[in-house]
């Protein structure tokens, strides 16, 4: 009888593991244009796979430059995917080394005081992360 319930038990708990909607973490560090048209087009991609999932993009350093309106190319792609769970993150302090004011970003941008502070804590709650870039 132990045996059944511990077997039980363990299955509930594989099962219950397996349905949790993935929480993808995208780090991006860089300002290739190439990069960019590839990350709408991963993003999309995540959701046509994972409808459920949570998606969050930080953006830092030279990759800030992606969150930028006049990059609204790209911005303007995201955007009319109007997709569900996705954020765009980009960081402040990155944004004060460039001098880079928030009516900058894409205005469903938002920002966090350090990027890199932001994917130790995503990681930390167990989120996927990917490394964005060639």
Known sequence: MKKLLLVL?????????????PRVLLHLQSADTLVYKSIVNQISN??????????ELVCHGPGLDFLLKRN???IDQLQKMNLKDVLYVGCE???????ITKEA?????????YGLAE????????????????
């Open 9 to 21: 038990l363990l299955l509930s708990t594989v099962i219950s593991y397996a349905q949790e909607k």
């Open 46 to 55: 995540i959701k046509k796979e994972f409808p459920e999932a949570e998606v």
């Open 72 to 74: 609204s190319k790209y």
């Open 93 to 99: 302090f990155t944004m004060s080394q460039k001098k």
């Open 105 to 113: 970003l894409a205005d469903f941008a938002l920002t966090v005081p």
């Open 119 to 134: 994917i130790i804590r995503k990681q930390q709650q167990n989120w996927l992360y990917v490394k964005l870039g060639f």
